[in-house]
């Protein structure tokens, strides 16, 4: 059993565990806002241009466009965000597994990770890594979406891939969040509409190529706010249990010391009593 100097010791290094978990917590907190107020803004701008390009796509001119037309598919790329560190529960399972269930084993799979959690994971499934990015800090995922956005924009038009996927996970609230697969590239269309009265400078096709990668940027931005705000809240909701675990367990280990000190005390009082009790009969043995 162990003695009340080694439960002494776990209670001090719990709590040592606990300032930092309360500490991690107070910074995931603060993140969860910031990116939050980031995810608002985004979504709106989004949801704008998903329309426009949605619409665009009803047009007989776009049907032909490469970023419109379906191709046979011969080879489809993967763009998988998860994060960079643990610690947040579920969270990089959840969108590994659900990218991983998606891929279809007939087809060549080429994937872009975003996150070092997610270069793990296919890496050790033994997939076909084309590109990984890790450590973006929150200043640079604007541009660095838009910089992934171009690349994408030249690794599709060179033929590389015949259809692309994002694979993220979608922010409801500090307590829900769902990992999705949805087809980015080749966008999808409507039912044909006439072009009516609407011109498009200096013609629909020019239209299109200026205005889909810019589309494709916010739609990167966008599943990167995303994921990045259930990370947050993963991991804040994680740092909260685990709080709540290392309170329990300071607790437990404190009772636990508290009646091995009131044996030790008890054993001393009754060694105490036993020895007066020794000394008084060996005193009346003298007399």
Same mark, same amino acid.
């Given at each position: ?12 290094? $719990?709590? &040592? %565990?606990?300032?930092? +978990? ?6 995931? /907190?603060?993140? #969860?806002? =910031? ?94 890594? $084309?590109? &990984? %990015?890790?450590?973006? +800090? ?6 660095? /979406?838009?910089? #992934?956005? =171009? ?137």
């Amino acid at each position: 059993m162990s003695s009340m100097r080694d439960i002494k010791q776990r209670i001090e290094n $719990v709590r &040592s %565990v606990e300032q930092i +978990i309360k500490a991690m917590d107070m910074v995931a /907190s603060t993140k #969860l806002v =910031k990116i939050r107020a980031q995810l608002e803004g985004v979504r709106p701008i989004y949801r704008e241009l998903k329309r426009v390009a949605e619409e665009v796509g009803g047009l007989e001119g776009a049907k032909e466009h490469p970023f419109y037309k379906e191709r046979e598919v011969k080879n489809s790329l993967y763009i998988v965000f998860t994060s960079d560190r643990g610690l947040a529960g579920s969270y990089n399972a959840n969108i590994t597994a659900k990218a991983l269930e998606h891929m279809n084993q007939e087809k060549k799979e080429k994937i872009i990770t975003v996150g070092s959690k997610g270069y793990e994971f296919f890496k050790r499934k033994g997939k076909n890594i $084309v590109q &990984s %990015v890790v450590d973006v +800090i929150d200043s640079q995922v604007y541009y660095g /979406s838009e910089s #992934l956005a =171009k690349w994408l924009v030249d690794y599709y038009m060179k033929g590389e891939a015949d259809e692309v996927f994002i694979a993220y996970t979608h922010f409801m609230s500090v307590l829900n969040y769902v990992p999705v697969v949805v087809k980015l590239l080749p966008l999808p269309t409507k039912d044909t509409v006439s072009d009516d009265e609407r011109k498009y400078e200096p013609d629909l096709e020019s239209y299109i190529d200026h205005m889909i990668p810019l589309y494709l940027h916010m739609k990167l931005f966008r599943a990167f706010s995303e994921s990045h705000t259930s990370e947050q809240a993963a991991r804040m909701v994680n740092m909260d249990a685990a709080g709540k675990n290392a309170s329990e367990i300071i607790e437990d280990l404190t009772h636990l010391y508290n009646r091995k000190r009131q044996t030790a005390i008890t054993q001393e009082l009754n060694e105490i009593v036993g020895s007066v009790n020794i000394l008084n009969k060996g005193g009346l043995d003298d007399s």
